[in-house]
């Protein structure tokens, strides 16, 4: 069973898109996993279990509906098979630093089953929207079955 991903590391890309993942996300992640778009600006990592869980969902989509295939098109197409090195590092291919625009500077995050890569100006973005952020999840969880 995969581990819980959590926790915010600060790190870089190196000209040869190499990445350092933090020692912490690598024992969740185990030494080879998967790598694809994410829908937030950002790139997923999954470990090879956690992706096995998250293609079986969205095989349960079916293939009858245009919407569901293009869901399926967005990730799998996507998808890379990952590696990290002898020394942390994993490399993120061209087209998904591209798509999230990293250049250099990223913020690594566990958000559960999978960690998240952002460069670190859309991160920021995303940070200075927390007021906002934190009103609509204190409305969420008032309006759900979950107890704090």
Same mark, same amino acid.
Request: aromatic share 8%.
């Given at each position: 069973?995969? =581990?819980? %991903?959590?926790?915010?590391?600060?790190?870089?890309?190196?000209?040869?898109?190499? %990445?350092?993942?933090?020692? =912490?996300?690598?024992?969740?992640?185990?030494?080879?996993?998967?790598?694809?778009?994410?829908?937030?600006?950002?790139?997923?990592?999954?470990?090879? /279990?956690?992706? /096995?869980?998250?293609?079986?969902? %969205?095989?349960?989509?079916? $293939?009858?509906?245009?919407?569901?295939?293009?869901?399926?098109?967005?990730?799998?197409?996507?998808?890379?098979?990952?590696?990290?090195?002898?020394?942390?590092?994993?490399? @993120?291919?061209?087209?998904?630093?591209?798509? +999230?625009? @990293?250049?250099?500077?990223? +913020? @690594?995050?566990? $958000?559960? /089953? =999978?960690?998240? +890569?952002?460069?670190?100006?859309?991160?920021?973005?995303?940070?200075?929207?927390?007021?906002?952020?934190?009103?609509? @999840?204190?409305?969420?969880?008032?309006?759900?079955?979950?107890?704090?």
């Amino acid at each position: 069973m995969s =581990k819980n %991903l959590r926790g915010k590391f600060y790190h870089s890309v190196d000209a040869k898109g190499r %990445l350092i993942v933090p020692a =912490k996300l690598r024992d969740g992640l185990g030494t080879d996993f998967v790598m694809t778009r994410g829908i937030d600006n950002c790139i997923w990592l999954f470990s090879e /279990e956690e992706w /096995e869980n998250f293609t079986e969902r %969205l095989g349960s989509l079916g $293939n009858s509906k245009t919407k569901n295939r293009m869901v399926k098109r967005y990730f799998q197409s996507n998808a890379a098979d990952c590696s990290i090195d002898s020394q942390g590092r994993t490399i @993120i291919p061209a087209d998904l630093r591209e798509y +999230v625009g @990293i250049d250099k500077d990223v +913020v @690594i995050i566990g $958000n559960g /089953e =999978k960690a998240e +890569v952002w460069s670190a100006a859309a991160w920021q973005e995303t940070e200075m929207d927390s007021e906002q952020t934190r009103e609509e @999840i204190k409305s969420l969880l008032e309006d759900s079955d979950l107890d704090f």
